[in-house]
């Protein structure tokens, strides 16, 4: 039995949404079940139907009042705008699973930490486990004020080469689309990231922002 685990924080590749065309609803009221955590300034919000997530702003800026309760993500109402994907390449042949998705055998559980600072969710599927991590970033570190998406993939079956895609239907509040900078190792230098591309983890650093 082949046995891989892969704990990624940077995001291998970014997808970006075209822009609507519309203005974005209100944020739409959570449902029963969703499981929020936040820290006075961020909020964090899974879906455990189908692992979905959703950030906004609590307090957000101190200084600034109309920066409260401002959408970061686009609010769907089953939180599913913002996803991820799991790409398997074994033996020649690719295949793309949604994270959360119901496939043979797939099983979901989402729970918050103890802790209250973050949301675990577990999904497993056809010898693939993986659990998806969104945390409150600590308020005593340099990213305080950050959200910290990880993903640990294990893989019980055959070798394969494992990939994950994260699409981030970027808010902004009113403002439904966005592009990513992300900052170069060893380099005080940002790349502007305005199409769907694959990132090599060791060529940046372990944050981005949008504007």
């Given at each position: 039995m082949n046995f891989i685990k892969r704990s990624i924080a940077v995001l291998l590749i970014i997808?970006?949404?075209t822009p609507m065309g519309t203005a974005l609803a209100d944020t739409i009221p959570e449902k029963q079940g969703i499981q929020s955590v936040d820290n006075g300034y961020l909020k964090?919000?899974?879906?455990?139907?189908?692992?979905?997530?959703h950030i906004a702003t609590a307090l957000g800026d101190k200084l600034n009042k109309d920066d409260n309760n401002k959408d970061l993500l686009y609010p769907s109402g089953d939180y599913d705008t913002s996803f991820t994907t799991l790409r398997v390449i074994r033996d020649g042949e690719t295949k793309d699973y949604i994270f959360g998705g119901k496939y043979s055998d797939s099983q979901l559980q989402v729970e918050k930490y103890p802790t209250g600072t973050?949301?675990?969710?577990?999904?497993?599927?056809?010898g693939f486990e993986v659990e998806q991590r969104l945390e409150l970033v600590a308020e005593k570190t340099s990213n305080h004020g950050m959200v910290q998406v990880t993903y640990d993939v294990v893989n019980t079956g055959a070798p394969a080469e494992v990939q994950l895609r994260i699409l981030m239907d970027t808010a902004l509040d009113k403002q439904d689309y966005a592009y990513y900078e992300m900052l170069r190792v060893g380099e005080t230098g940002f790349d502007l990231i305005t199409k769907e591309t694959?990132?090599?983890s060791k060529?940046?650093?372990n944050a981005f922002f949008c504007l």
């Open positions: 997808a970006l949404i964090i919000s899974v879906n455990p139907k189908n692992g979905g997530f973050g949301i675990l969710a577990s999904w497993s599927a056809e694959a990132i090599k060529n940046y650093g």
